[in-house]
C-alpha cells in the first residue's frame, strides 16, 4: 500500500505512465483540473507548492532508485514547475494554456541555469529544475497578461 501510495504521488494519478510524453500529459492534465476548480486562494497555492515540492523530492527519490536515473514516470516535478507557472495568476482559459506551453518549452530547453538544477542529486535534480522553467514561464506569462487584455479575465 505504502508504494502505491507513493507511485501514485510520483506519476500524478499514473499520468507519468503514458506511453508517449508522459511530462506532457501530466502538466496537460494538471492545467485542465487548474482551469476547471477556478479561482485558487493564494494561500492555498503555496501550501500546495510546499507540499508538492516537499512530499515530491524524497518520493522522486524513492522511485529514481527503484526505477533508474530520473525516470519519466515521475511527473510530481512538473506538478511543482505548473504550480510555480500559475502562482498568484489570475487569467483566462488562453492565459492558463499559454501558461501550460511556456513551462513544456522551458522544461524542455533548459535555459540557463535550469539545466545545472538537474545535476542536483536525485529527487533534489528532478524537481528543483522543474521549478526553475516554472520560475521562467511564470515571469514570461505575467508579461503576457500584463501587455494583453485578452488574457486578463472579467471578474
Known amino acids: 500500500m505504502y508504494r502505491f501510495l507513493l507511485y501514485t504521488f510520483a506519476t500524478f494519478f ?10 506532457t500529459v501530466a502538466s496537460f492534465a494538471f492545467t485542465v483540473i487548474w482551469i476547471l476548480a477556478g479561482p485558487v486562494d493564494l494561500s492555498v497555492q ?9 512530499v515530491g523530492i524524497p ?3 524513492y522511485v529514481e ?12 516535478d512538473e506538478i511543482a514547475g505548473m504550480l510555480v507557472t500559475f502562482l498568484a495568476i489570475e487569467t483566462t482559459t488562453l492565459g492558463y494554456v499559454i501558461g501550460f506551453f511556456l513551462f513544456r518549452f522551458f522544461d524542455i530547453f533548459k535555459p540557463y541555469p535550469v539545466r ?15 521549478i526553475a522553467a516554472g ?14 487584455p485578452i488574457l486578463t479575465p472579467v471578474l
Do not use: C, N, Q
Open 135 to 148: 520560475i521562467y514561464a511564470r515571469i514570461v506569462l505575467g508579461v503576457l497578461i500584463w501587455k494583453f
Open 14 to 23: 499514473g499520468t507519468g505512465y503514458a506511453p508517449i510524453a508522459p511530462a
Open 46 to 54: 503555496i501550501v500546495l507548492l510546499v507540499v508538492v515540492t516537499a
Open 116 to 130: 545545472k538544477f538537474e545535476k542536483l542529486p536525485a529527487g533534489w535534480g528532478i524537481t528543483i529544475d522543474d
Open 59 to 61: 518520493v522522486a527519490t
Open 65 to 76: 532508485k527503484r526505477e533508474g536515473k530520473d525516470p519519466s514516470l515521475v511527473v510530481s
